[in-house]
Each structure stands twice: as structure tokens, then as C-alpha cells.
């Protein structure tokens, strides 16, 4: 391995822990934290990810471009449906637990990263698109700011903010207060 930098994250507050071979750096997710950096940024900064596969790594490998060297994670039922559309999406390889757990990941790394791209890139702006979808939604919405009176002072204590929504001709459309609907 020794042309790969592998780095692995454990949720241990030791950033190494007894076992590792050469070149393989462990650190702990705590440690991760505490620089301000997410497991995300992480993701992003590496070529490959060994892991199970799961919605959330699946989806960070995704939209960062990191290919995948997978193996079996034993009873998940999504699995099969994950394994399956992952290569459209991203480089990606199967590492049996023999090899794996023997550190035996060379050839499997090589074949990962000398994969050609995959075939489809998915759009990564989720948050942009739902951001427009509310802004379009709650255009006109505008707070209305409510005292709250202290009554045995009669002074101002804090206020309450509604919304509502003022249509284009000036016209207040009242909601009802329970409204989960914005």
C-alpha cells in the first residue's frame, strides 16, 4: 500500500490504535470534530473510500466523485438494490473480508482507481433546488411582530414573529396557526 495514503476513522478518542500496518493512519471521528472538519470534508479529500455500503456514503462518494472499494455488510436490504446502481454513479469494486481484514487491498485499490468514470453524474444542488422551491412558495411572506407584555410591569418582555402572507394586491391571506402546509 505503500503508494496509497489510507487513513482510517474509528469512533475511539485514541487517534492510534494498536494493530495498524505501515502506512495506514488512523483517526479518531472525535479528533475529526474538533479541527471544524465533517466526515464529509474527509470524503472529499480522499480518492477512495473502503466501506459498507449505505445511503450516506454512497451519496457523499457521489457528489464529491470518490470511488468506492465495497464489501458485504451482512443483512442489509438495500444492499443488493445499492450494489447494483452504484456503478452508474461512481468507481467502484468489491473487496471480499478475507482480503480485506488481511490488508490484501492493492490489487483492488489498483482496479478501483484505473476504472473509467461512470457513466451518469447526478445533479449535487439538492439544497439549491429546494431552497428556490420554498422561496417560490412563501413569495409575499413577510413577519409580523407581536409584544409580549409583561402584566404586572406593563412593559415590553420579548415578542412573538407570525407569518403571513400578503398577496401582490396588498390583500393579508390569513393562515391558520396549525398550517404545517409551509
Not at 489510507?6 to 474538533?34: C, K, N
Not at 467502484?92 to 482507481?113: E, K, Q, S
Not at 409575499?140 to 394586491?169: F, H, M
Request: net charge negative; proline share 6%.
Amino acid at each position: 500500500l505503500a503508494s496509497y495514503g489510507v487513513v482510517i476513522t474509528h469512533r475511539d478518542d485514541r487517534d492510534e490504535m494498536s494493530g495498524a500496518p505501515a502506512g495506514v493512519h488512523q483517526l479518531s471521528e472525535a479528533r475529526l470534530y474538533g479541527t471544524g472538519l465533517r466526515y464529509e470534508d474527509l470524503v472529499a479529500a480522499c480518492d477512495v473510500v473502503a466501506t459498507k455500503p449505505g445511503y450516506g456514503i454512497i451519496a457523499e462518494c457521489i457528489a464529491n466523485e470518490t470511488a468506492v472499494l465495497y464489501t458485504s455488510r451482512g443483512h442489509f436490504v438495500e444492499y443488493d438494490v445499492l450494489v447494483s446502481a452504484m456503478p452508474q454513479y461512481l468507481r467502484c469494486g468489491f473487496i471480499d473480508h478475507d482480503d480485506l481484514f488481511a490488508g490484501r487491498w492493492r490489487a483492488a485499490l489498483d482496479r478501483v482507481t484505473s476504472s473509467p468514470p461512470p457513466p451518469k453524474r447526478p445533479p449535487t444542488n439538492g439544497a439549491e433546488i429546494i431552497a428556490e422551491m420554498i422561496d417560490r412558495r412563501i413569495e409575499g411572506l413577510t413577519a409580523w411582530y407581536q409584544p409580549i407584555v409583561d402584566l404586572n410591569t406593563g412593559k415590553v418582555a420579548g415578542c412573538e414573529v407570525l407569518s403571513r402572507i400578503v398577496a401582490a394586491d396588498g390583500l393579508l391571506l390569513v393562515t391558520p396557526e396549525n398550517n404545517n402546509s409551509i
